[in-house]
């Protein structure tokens, strides 16, 4: 009987790495065997039938949450809790155009405090990286929440309170576009047609039995098609996408601005050919997963220090 891994036969099927690992763990793939860690999966083998399955607030979390959850309530700021934090929100706000360095938002986030700048910094781009912060939270604390209109409403809410465009009026924090919306270059959905079209969406998502990275990426580029809010529709995208991705067990990622254009081309080109984002996804996934082990490493090491060690 030949074999194949994991990694082939998930090209093979089309599904997620982590998916597969999860069947064969499970006893779903017949004559799967774990050899040296990894799992050897005979190259006939059927892909298992999708099962119905029911997420309940008191669900047991996947490993990755829950350990995200007990770092965030011990105040862990040395391990993958604090970098899920500060990389998300710097990446993400970066690519909305916010200026401040890593190192600033790594100051905000540990000790409440913005580092001097040679250039102005905006008002705007310090609140809305703490409030940012806040988000990454909110969705930490409640990541087995289905998604729904409130959910999202309550992310943009948290996102754009306190900010300069909400004080001028030209924000509704946790409000849809309207028609007195100001008027932009692109085509938009008529703001009347918002709340239905995002029902629909979530409906048609939520009802699938099974979410796999394909259908998480199809859901963001729909929401990003509809842009439901005034301004933020990027960042809370990619807050519900890392969201998606804890609560279904898939390997999460962070899209740095380095590959934004590769990412903003991959959303437009979606419809007709996957490979660009899912591209820049699979690099993202990649890179986030040695970030893991290296946190394991770092865990490691930690036990073999002399119990009066301190940091300089």
Not at 72 to 99: E, P, Q
Request: glycine share 4%.
């Amino acid at each position: 009987m030949d074999y194949l891994n994991v990694k082939e036969i998930a090209e093979k099927w089309g599904v997620n790495v982590s998916l597969l690992r999860k069947y064969c763990a499970e006893g779903r793939i017949p004559n799967a065997v774990l050899r040296n860690g990894i799992w050897c999966i005979p190259e006939d083998a059927v892909r298992p039938a999708r099962t119905q399955k029911v997420y309940a607030y008191d669900e047991v979390l996947p490993e990755f949450p829950k350990k995200l959850q007990n770092q965030k309530k011990k105040r862990n700021f040395h391990g993958l809790y604090d970098f899920v934090v500060i990389d998300l929100t710097y990446s993400s706000s970066r690519m909305a155009s916010c200026r401040l360095t890593r190192q600033q938002v790594e100051t905000i986030f540990r000790k409440g405090k913005i580092r001097e700048s040679f250039e102005p910094m905006k008002v705007s781009d310090v609140i809305e990286v703490l409030n940012h912060i806040h988000c990454v939270n909110y969705i930490i604390d409640h990541v087995m929440e289905p998604l729904t209109q409130k959910f999202i409403r309550k992310l943009h809410q948290i996102l754009m309170t306190g900010t300069v465009d909400a004080y001028r009026d030209q924000v509704q924090p946790g409000e849809y576009r309207t028609i007195t919306s100001r008027p932009r270059d692109r085509q938009l959905l008529p703001a009347g047609q918002i709340h239905s079209s995002l029902g629909e969406l979530i409906t048609s998502y939520e009802h699938q039995t099974e979410i796999e990275r394909n259908h998480i990426l199809d859901f963001h580029v729909r929401f990003e098609e509809i842009f439901p809010f005034e301004d933020g529709n990027g960042r809370i995208g990619r807050l519900i996408l890392f969201k998606e991705c804890l609560r279904h067990d898939i390997m999460p990622f962070i899209i740095d601005d380095k590959r934004r254009s590769r990412y903003l081309r991959g959303i437009r080109e979606w419809n007709e050919d996957h490979y660009e984002l899912l591209d820049v996804v699979m690099e993202a996934q990649d890179r986030f997963e040695a970030q893991v082990e290296l946190q394991k490493l770092r865990a490691a090491g930690q036990l073999w220090l002399p119990a009066d060690y301190k940091e300089d």
